[in-house]
């Protein structure tokens, strides 16, 4: 039922940024007056799911859910119709048209992604807001996985800043030392600043953490029980509701996820937990599966903080929405940088459409839903525009040239380089869904 809700998402989110893509190239077409034969939602070698012409366009669903394109008149694309490029060109074929109107044709789809990206983020903004957790309100501090406490961290610390500059949401503390190269994190550790750096080697090792599905550090809060696993030990026990969870076996360990990576350890072991309920001390023995986890589902983290919420108006939802659209325009260039630095092993976590489906929660969630269509747009939008043949980059880069010198590229040349970058583009879906396999076998 999760694989089902998960690619139901996926599905739906790749179709639409599909229609908004196309649409750009085909409105663009459209005003330059470009003949568009084919517009398709996915592919259809051999046949179609459905399909009508209206006026010269004929418009369809094909059966291969990886995509979607529109055929344009007189332009060497994926279809690769050589014979029709072979007969002297027409007014309406896309070869016909100036430099100019070449170049917006081509630009058009991942303007339209960007476009709408931008509108998402309003629209999200406007009907739900914005909540983050400023950094001043984690008052507990921070758990610290294995990286953090090899560079000197502790579970507790409270961070003040980083490279001695303020950070206003919690989450930006990851971002900032990744893609900004904060070169030192200050915290309050008992009420004395400390002053910790960051290791040169820390980008590879945080991402090899995340392809490991490991943490680096985690918003520490208290232990409460909220309910339990039917049957599980912690219900067994006589634990109930409500239930403070200090530690076990003598040892405190008072926040969630200070007890649940200690418990891990014992998985398999009998142990005694201890338990504040009212005021008072209890101890409730219990052997440990081997899963480590003893079925305790704690009550939220956020119902302890204080976040802080933003609402806006149409108006307002509009700018704001832009500005996070480019933050995340921004965001996804470092990424790939990163990608295409071999020192940072970032390559090893590229992904297909697994790990892309994966983004999506396991439960429908519209909120979600819009966010992860709107940063899949932008991503659609950045990937298009790399200057690689059978790209739009790799014909927008081809036009730049013929603009610049006044020299078009020809028709010969435009049919190998568009093979070349067929090629490309096959080798690194094989590459990125093949990571996914390996993951499935690797677990």
């Given at each position: 039922?999760?694989?089902?809700?998960?690619?139901?998402?996926?599905?739906?989110?790749?179709?639409?940024?599909?229609?908004?893509?196309?649409?750009?190239?085909?409105?663009?077409?459209?005003?330059?007056?470009?003949?568009?034969?084919?517009?398709?939602?996915?592919?259809?070698?051999?046949?179609?799911?459905?399909?009508?012409?209206?006026?010269?366009?004929?418009?369809?669903?094909?059966?291969?859910?990886?995509?979607?394109?529109?055929?344009?008149?007189?332009?060497?694309?994926?279809?690769?119709?050589?014979?029709?490029?072979?007969?002297?060109?027409?007014?309406?074929?896309?070869?016909?048209?100036?430099?100019?109107?070449?170049?917006?044709?081509?630009?058009?789809?991942?303007?339209?992604?960007?476009?709408?990206?931008?509108?998402?983020?309003?629209?999200?903004?406007?009907?739900?807001?914005?909540?983050?957790?400023?950094?001043?309100?984690?008052?507990?501090?921070?758990?610290?996985?294995?990286?953090?406490?090899?560079?000197?961290?502790?579970?507790?610390?409270?961070?003040?800043?980083?490279?001695?500059?303020?950070?206003?949401?919690?989450?930006?503390?990851?971002?900032?030392?990744?893609?900004?190269?904060?070169?030192?994190?200050?915290?309050?550790?008992?009420?004395?600043?400390?002053?910790?750096?960051?290791?040169?080697?820390?980008?590879?090792?945080?991402?090899?953490?995340?392809?490991?599905?490991?943490?680096?550090?985690?918003?520490?809060?208290?232990?409460?029980?909220?309910?339990?696993?039917?049957?599980?030990?912690?219900?067994?026990?006589?634990?109930?509701?409500?239930?403070?969870?200090?530690?076990?076996?003598?040892?405190?360990?008072?926040?969630?996820?200070?007890?649940?990576?200690?418990?891990?350890?014992?998985?398999?072991?009998?142990?005694?937990?201890?338990?504040?309920?009212?005021?008072?001390?209890?101890?409730?023995?219990?052997?440990?599966?081997?899963?480590?986890?003893?079925?305790?589902?704690?009550?939220?983290?956020?119902?302890?903080?204080?976040?802080?919420?933003?609402?806006?108006?149409?108006?307002?939802?509009?700018?704001?929405?832009?500005?996070?659209?480019?933050k995340m325009i921004s965001s996804y260039l470092k990424d790939l940088k990163l990608i295409f630095s071999p020192e940072t092993k970032a390559y090893k976590s590229v992904g297909g459409f697994i790990a892309i489906g994966n983004i999506f929660p396991s439960s429908w969630n519209w909120l979600t839903?819009?966010?992860?269509?709107?940063?899949?747009?932008?991503?659609?939008?950045?990937?298009?525009?790399?200057?690689?043949?059978?790209?739009?980059?790799?014909?927008?880069?081809?036009?730049?040239?013929?603009?610049?010198?006044?020299?078009?590229?020809?028709?010969?040349?435009?049919?190998?380089?568009?093979?070349?970058?067929?090629?490309?583009?096959?080798?690194?879906?094989?590459?990125?869904?093949?990571?996914?396999?390996?993951?499935?076998?690797?677990?």
């Amino acid at each position: 039922m999760v694989f089902l809700v998960k690619a139901a998402q996926l599905i739906l989110s790749l179709s639409i940024l599909v229609i908004i893509h196309e649409f750009g190239h085909f409105i663009f077409a459209r005003i330059f007056k470009t003949r568009v034969e084919k517009f398709y939602l996915f592919f259809d070698p051999w046949f179609s799911l459905f399909k009508f012409k209206r006026g010269e366009t004929e418009y369809g669903v094909g059966w291969i859910p990886l995509g979607g394109y529109v055929k344009i008149s007189g332009m060497i694309d994926e279809s690769m119709d050589k014979e029709a490029m072979k007969q002297e060109p027409k007014p309406w074929e896309f070869r016909s048209k100036p430099s100019g109107q070449r170049l917006l044709i081509m630009l058009g789809g991942v303007l339209f992604n960007v476009l709408f990206a931008f509108l998402i983020y309003s629209m999200v903004l406007m009907a739900w807001g914005e909540k983050y957790l400023p950094l001043e309100e984690a008052k507990y501090g921070i758990v610290c996985d294995s990286l953090a406490l090899d560079m000197g961290l502790q579970h507790g610390d409270k961070i003040l800043t980083l490279a001695h500059q303020t950070i206003e949401d919690f989450d930006d503390l990851i971002p900032q030392i990744v893609y900004k190269g904060a070169q030192s994190i200050q915290v309050d550790r008992q009420g004395e600043k400390i002053d910790i750096p960051v290791p040169d080697n820390f980008v590879a090792e945080y991402l090899q953490l995340m392809r490991e599905k490991k943490g680096f550090i985690y918003i520490a809060f208290p232990f409460v029980a909220e309910r339990f696993e039917k049957g599980s030990p912690a219900e067994q026990s006589g634990m109930k509701p409500g239930d403070l969870l200090m530690g076990f076996n003598g040892s405190e360990y008072p926040y969630f996820y200070l007890f649940a990576m200690e418990l891990q350890k014992h998985a398999g072991d009998s142990v005694n937990v201890l338990v504040e309920r009212e005021g008072q001390q209890l101890s409730f023995p219990m052997l440990v599966p081997e899963t480590g986890k003893i079925g305790v589902y704690p009550v939220a983290a956020l119902s302890f903080f204080n976040l802080k919420e933003i609402r806006y108006s149409f108006f307002q939802s509009i700018p704001a929405g832009v500005s996070k659209g480019v933050k995340m325009i921004s965001s996804y260039l470092k990424d790939l940088k990163l990608i295409f630095s071999p020192e940072t092993k970032a390559y090893k976590s590229v992904g297909g459409f697994i790990a892309i489906g994966n983004i999506f929660p396991s439960s429908w969630n519209w909120l979600t839903f819009w966010n992860m269509t709107a940063f899949l747009s932008i991503m659609l939008a950045v990937v298009n525009i790399l200057p690689i043949p059978a790209l739009d980059g790799g014909h927008v880069l081809f036009l730049l040239f013929e603009i610049i010198t006044g020299r078009k590229p020809g028709e010969k040349f435009m049919e190998v380089a568009q093979i070349i970058g067929m090629l490309v583009l096959l080798s690194l879906v094989i590459y990125a869904n093949g990571n996914d396999i390996l993951k499935l076998f690797t677990k």
